[in-house]
């Protein structure tokens, strides 16, 4: 087992070198394209001179760090012209109703107290379901878990089907369809 | 003669207060065992607060009902001041 390993990390070291190139490529990628849209912003009039000098020069300043690697640079000129809206924000993807509703009730179906089969958008948890109230702050509980935010006591209470959590969640995060 | 139009199984207003106090300390209490950092203590511990109220979810009693959600509060005083001591 001992050479195995070995031999993986042997591996990996051979692979490391070409993973430094990718990720020098990748940044000047990101450079260019920051380059780009402040370019773009700035200059009403989109001409291909500034396009093409840019990665150009970062090209050739970077290209000793890439060992001459042709093709990174190759596909930055080429993506440079696609790429004209940049999201500099980290956020989630946005939610729709559908994807919450599953969640949901994938949520609900990972709880052992309840029957996947018995399980629909409309069962409400203490009539249908025979759950009682404790299980019901469990199940919000994990809700809150799920997307993120904090559920209030006084609205938790009053969500008994899956379908209202669905509303509530909606509501909250203002998702419209 | 008045006809109450309440159905059989309401509770008084001091009932209903007192599920509001039950149900809250219990999302309190999970709220805090969220926190606990291993999974295996935060499993048992979220068990074992399960298993003490559904244990008592039959009491009728209103001061045993009033005693146990003290006890329920100070073990929830215990678990806050015990994260807070280990940096949680």
Redesign the interface.
Known sequence: MEDSVSRMRSGSLVHCGSGLRNMAARIIARCVRSLNHRAVCFNSINTAATLTAAPLTHGRTFSQLTNGHKSPLAQISGSSFQVFQWRQYGDLPPLTLETIHDRVLYVLKLYDKITPEKLQATSHFMKDLGLDSLDQVEIIMAMEDEFGFEIPDADAEKLMTPQEIVQYIADKKDVYE | MAVSRLPPAALSLKQFLQ??KV??V??DL??SI?KIPIESDRRYLRDWA?EE??RN?SETDQDVIRMMITQAHNHLEDLRRSLALAGC
């Open positions: 599920r509001q149900l809250g219990y999302r999970l709220r969220r399960r109220f559904k979810k």
